[in-house]
């Protein structure tokens, strides 16, 4: 990665820890992209926004049915949970705790509001990642 753009990369990073959009996570993801893999950090980066596009609506269509599922609701959501642990995104985790929870007490409304949080705090972190993404399909990073 050119030094400008290193540079540029950090500096979003670091916005992104401020504003609690990731974790210590990340910072370990970083460690593992050496020079064998200049674009780990893209890749992952890259199938996080995907999967969780991916996992996102399919909770929104399980809610939108007039008998909820919510055992797999939590299933989708717990995925999500681990996808996001794993790469740092550290508020679309711990909006994923709070929509379990939901899912525990069968609150569709809890579902619902749980689902919008959580879509707002992923969109968030992918869109960081490439500023001149939609809140749709195809986020991810430009590193």
């Known amino acids: 990665m050119a030094a400008p753009m290193l540079n540029q990369f950090n500096t979003l990073v670091a916005n992104m820890f401020a ?3 990731l974790d210590d996570q990340f910072q370990e993801l970083q460690m593992l ?32 049915k007039p008998c909820v599922d919510y055992y797999k609701v939590s299933r989708f959501v717990l ?18 705790i709070q929509f379990h929870q939901c899912c525990q007490e069968k609150s569709r409304d809890g579902c619902l509001n749980s ?22 399909p195809s986020l991810h990073p430009k590193l």
């Open 19 to 21: 504003a609690g959009l």
């Open 33 to 64: 992209q050496e020079g064998s893999a200049p674009d780990f950090i893209d890749k992952v980066v890259t199938l996080f926004c995907e999967d969780g596009e991916r996992i996102i609506g399919e909770i929104a269509k399980l809610l939108d």
């Open 79 to 96: 995925e999500l949970k681990g996808s996001s642990a794993c790469i740092g995104a550290q508020r679309v985790k711990n909006s994923c």
């Open 115 to 136: 689902l919008d949080s959580v879509r707002n705090d992923f969109y968030d972190v992918c869109s960081m990642f490439n500023p001149h993404a939609s809140a749709g």
